[in-house]
């Protein structure tokens, strides 16, 4: 009889450790799942993603077919004055300081062909920040 038992209570531990390990796995796949990956886009047997310069690009992929360029003015905010080696100017804002930025934006299209789709990169200060796909090209 008491062996009886302590199978059963040992089955039944067995169970919830089944149990407890399905649970994790299933919350690691759902945490996996909210992450979103880095854009790159491949330039023959190159690799371009976000953080690279202007001058890879413009080496790996060559002219893009079209670039539409503007200026973004943007605030960054502190909590406490920012760094004068980096900004000379700012003002106070409620309780932070702010510090007003213009942004040079460029969105480089590489337009391949009615075959493949349309590749959008957008530069701001001539850093990729972001990779995209459009329909395919004409």
């Not at 945490?31 to 990956?37: G, I, N």
């Amino acid at each position: 009889r008491h062996l009886a038992a302590i199978k059963r209570r040992k089955g039944l531990m067995t169970s919830h450790k089944i149990e407890l390990f399905t649970i994790i796995i299933m919350v690691l796949i759902t945490l996996t799942a909210w992450t979103t990956p880095a854009q790159a886009m491949r330039c023959g047997s190159r690799l371009i993603s976000e953080g690279d310069p202007r001058e890879k690009v413009l080496n790996e992929c060559g002219q893009p077919s079209d670039v539409e360029s503007w200026e973004e003015e943007r605030y960054d905010y502190f909590d406490r004055p920012p760094p004068a080696r980096y900004y000379n100017e700012f003002e106070r804002y409620g309780n932070a300081y702010r510090v007003r930025a213009f942004i040079r934006v460029e969105v480089w299209t590489y337009n391949y062909g009615p075959s493949r789709f349309i590749d959008y990169v957008r530069l701001e200060n001539g850093i990729v920040r972001k990779i995209y796909s459009g329909g395919y090209g004409y």
